[in-house]
C-alpha cells in the first residue's frame, strides 16, 4: 500500500504561482513514478504531468507545459508541481497518483488507469 497526501492548494490571482506538494508514505519502493492529474468542476479528469524515477524522465501536457515543473525530493518522498503563470482555466481539484508498473516511455503515464494509488486531491482556485 502507498499513502499519498496533497498539499498546497489555495487562491491565488491569475499570473500568480502555487507549489503542490505530494507526500507518499508505505510501500513507496514499489513505485515507479508520479504522476499528477486534475479535474475541473463539470470535467473530465485530465492529466497534467508525470515523473518516472528512472532517468527522471518527465512528460508534460501541452497545456501546462513551460508553466509547470514536476519535481521530486527523495529524502522526503516527496514529489512537487511548481505552477506558474496560472490562468483561470487552472482552476481544478488536483490529485496526484502514483504507479508501480514500468514505462519506457514516459508518455504511457499520461494515462490514469496506469497508476495504482491516489491521493485525496487538493483545491487550486485561480481568479481572473
Known amino acids: 500500500q502507498v499513502q499519498l497526501v496533497e498539499s498546497g492548494g489555495g487562491l491565488v490571482q491569475a499570473g500568480g504561482s502555487l507549489r503542490l506538494s505530494c507526500a507518499a508514505s508505505?510501500?513507496?519502493?514499489?513505485?515507479?513514478?508520479m504522476g499528477w492529474f486534475r479535474q475541473a468542476p463539470g470535467k473530465e479528469r485530465e492529466f497534467v504531468t508525470a515523473?518516472?524515477?528512472?532517468?527522471?524522465?518527465?512528460y508534460y501536457a501541452d497545456s501546462v507545459k513551460g508553466r509547470f515543473t514536476i519535481s521530486r525530493d527523495n529524502a522526503k518522498d516527496t514529489v512537487y508541481l511548481q505552477m506558474n503563470s496560472l490562468t483561470p482555466e487552472d482552476t481544478a481539484v488536483y490529485y496526484c497518483?502514483?504507479?508501480?508498473?514500468?514505462?519506457?516511455?514516459?508518455?504511457?503515464?499520461?494515462?490514469?488507469?496506469?497508476?495504482?494509488?491516489w491521493g485525496q486531491g487538493t483545491q487550486v482556485t485561480v481568479s481572473s
Open positions: 515523473l518516472r524515477w528512472i532517468g527522471y524522465s518527465t
Open positions: 497518483a502514483s504507479s508501480s508498473t514500468f514505462y519506457s516511455g514516459t508518455d504511457s503515464y499520461a494515462r490514469d488507469s496506469v497508476y495504482d494509488y
Open positions: 508505505g510501500r513507496t519502493f514499489r513505485s515507479y513514478a
